[in-house]
């Protein structure tokens, strides 16, 4: 499974920006999906999770209502949709697909693939 994260820039406070992650190399549709960020000198952070189906999803807890995570199978893509930004969502944005979404959806070791990672600069 290879995944691969776009759609990073620098963006003003309070502004938007759309995170895309393409799945390619097995069937999209059987994996449950994830992103997670990391600031320097942090630990990867967890963002938001999608069960395979799109039926279940996380969202931690400071970017409810800011961030959407959304998946379309056809076109084997995850979406972060990212408004109302703050300083502090600057990171670098990592999406990760996992077989099966379960309790421990939020710890990073339990993701078996990895994209590139994406950085966001959010500017005051």
């Known amino acids: 499974v290879q995944l691969q994260a776009s759609g990073g820039g620098l963006v003003r406070a309070g502004g938007s920006l759309r995170l895309s992650c393409a799945v390619s190399g097995s069937p999209f549709s059987t994996y449950a999906m994830g992103w997670f960020r990391q600031a320097p000198g942090k630990s990867r952070e967890f963002v938001a999770a999608i069960s395979a189906s799109g039926g279940t999803i996380y969202y931690l807890d400071s970017v409810k209502g800011r961030f959407a995570i959304s998946r379309d199978n056809a076109k084997n893509a995850v979406v972060l949709e990212m408004n109302s930004v703050k300083p502090e969502d600057t990171a670098v944005y990592y999406c990760?697909?996992?077989?099966?979404?379960?309790?421990?959806?939020?710890?990073?070791?339990?993701?078996?693939?990895w994209g590139q990672g994406t950085q966001v600069t959010v500017s005051s």
């Open positions: 990760a697909a996992r077989l099966v979404l379960s309790s421990d959806y939020d710890r990073h070791p339990a993701y078996k693939w």
